[in-house]
């Protein structure tokens, strides 16, 4: 390829530089090193340990051949290896593409290359190789420690659980109990695999397989203190018993979860949907609403937008 990539290598030694002196003193071994700074080369680059994780991006408009993928993935592993001096082994690309579906739950691939990394001395398995995600979501850092500070002696619910990351920082901070729910089997054991080597009983908590909408209709009695709701964005998956649209289904699940706190309880709403307006006049049983997306971005998040996150208080 003619394109000149030195700007962006310039770029990425300089982030690099910062953001791994930034993480030691933070002790982290998870965070965000470029995050498409420069318009002519949009891809993000996550550090996991002593791996990379790249998510290239289509821009809008763009139509790739896989010969044009291949091209464009040789060409940036040739320049973040030699920039940050890594081995091609430690590098693993995802291309993202603008589009609906049930990206975040797709089955790439079978090598289960898994490892371990810590963030605020807690300890989540990941694996860069075998689906689109990773298994923690690096932008919500921010969110699991407000969390964790809310979480104490507390009845903690976590919607579209994923991992089960939140339940892990809710568990550790003392939670009386944590109730996951989620409609994989194979991100509950995740989850209950991060409770295990953070030396915290799964069996003292709940780990639920269900469709959430299904579950939240079927539930009535207000029981918990603090709820967290992150529903992906949109998912057609088979075992649903209706498509999720976020946008659309909003405001049926935050009511649906505003029914399940006591009085004095507080849900985390977040979304990643970059167009999402929240419906603020049909939410119905919230005392207090508040939109708190700037203190959940992370600093090695640079690009606003990312995510938008909101407290309701009964």
Known sequence: MDKDYSPFANRLRKMARHYDKWARRQELEAYRIYDADLDEFPITIDRY???????VYHRQGEQWTEEDWQEHKLAYREVITQTLEMGRDAVFFKLRKRQSGTDQYEKLSIVRREFTV????????VNLTDYLDTGLFLDHRQTRMMVAQEAKDKVVLNLFAYTCSFSVYAAAA????????????????????????N????????????DVITWLEEHHIANYDLIILDPPTFSNSKMMKEVLDTQR???????????????GGKLYFSTNYRKFRLDEAGVIGAAHIREITKQTLPPDFRKMGLHRCWIFEK
């Open 174 to 197: 003392d939670a009386k109990r944590v109730d996951s729910v989620d409609l994989s089997n194979t991100y509950l054991d995740w989850g209950q695999r991060n409770f295990t080597i």
């Open 249 to 263: 289904d909003h405001l049926r699940l935050i009511n649906l979860s505003l029914r399940l706190l006591k009085p």
């Open 199 to 210: 030396e915290i009983d799964p069996a003292a908590h709940r780990f639920i397989k269900a």
């Open 49 to 55: 340990g002593e791996q990379l994780y790249v998510s």
């Open 118 to 125: 810590v963030e605020n001395s807690l300890g989540f398995i």
